[in-house]
């Protein structure tokens, strides 16, 4: 079983729909990373989390540290929108290595 | 605010060449990390480094050297490179041991 586990692994949405990406981890954080990666392009971070929400746009990442998990959303979705979302955490203690989920695929339909 | 830095973003080889891929942290962080991404694969931790030493190891190639030199800047060198060698390779920095890691844009490795 994968340390990071994102649901669902592949989205397709219509434009506009409210968009929710889930993130499950097994290991104790410091901090959770919500990264965005469009095809054939670089890694951007999006959203970095250590306990309760954080907004940016039409951008909101959610973490509940007891029941280790973490949700993005996305809100009026577009299909600039489109891309491959990926959840990573830092374990806490010592030097972190991120560990890194599968990644979810979104495709947002005109 | 100033971001983790990496050069060049894009660069293509042949098999056998030699490349150098550079990362320059956020300023005022010490640890350097390097993660490498194959097509249609998960990022792969490779090496990190805290105050000029190496301070943890994961999947790098034995014909992949790094290190981080005195301005904390990171090289990664990458010799006899093989096809398999084609990948984002992205790093990341944090300000002392367990820092939080803030990612940078990446370079895209394509060996022909």
């Known amino acids: 079983k994968n340390e990071v586990e994102q649901s669902p692994q592949n989205l397709t949405a219509q434009e506009g729909e409210f968009i929710t990406i889930n993130c499950s981890y097994s290991v104790g954080i410091s901090a959770l990373h919500w990264l965005q990666q469009h095809p054939g392009g670089g890694i951007v971070s999006l959203f970095m989390l250590s306990s309760g929400k954080k907004k940016h746009g039409r951008l909101i990442a959610t973490i509940n540290i007891q029941e280790k998990h973490s949700s993005l959303h996305i809100t009026a979705s577009h299909p600039r929108d489109s891309a491959v979302y990926i959840c990573?955490?830092?374990?806490?203690?010592?030097?972190?290595?991120?560990?890194f989920g599968t990644g979810t695929k979104l495709q947002v339909i005109p | 605010a100033a971001g983790v830095i990496q050069s060049p973003r894009h660069l293509i080889k042949e098999k056998r060449e030699t490349a150098t891929l550079k990362c320059y942290p956020i300023?005022?962080?010490?640890?350097v990390y390097w993660y490498q991404q194959g097509p249609g694969q998960d990022p792969q931790f490779l090496i990190s480094f805290y105050e000029k030493m190496q301070s943890d190891k994961g999947s790098i190639p034995d014909r992949f050297s790094a290190q981080q030199f005195s301005d904390y800047h990171s090289e990664l060198n990458m010799s006899s490179l093989e096809l398999g060698d084609s990948a984002l390779y992205f790093c990341a920095s944090s300000s002392g041991t367990g820092g939080t890691q803030y990612f940078g844009p990446g370079t895209r490795l394509l060996v022909l």
């Open positions: 990573a955490v830092a374990r806490s203690g010592g030097y972190q290595k991120v560990t």
């Open positions: 300023p005022r962080h010490d640890t």
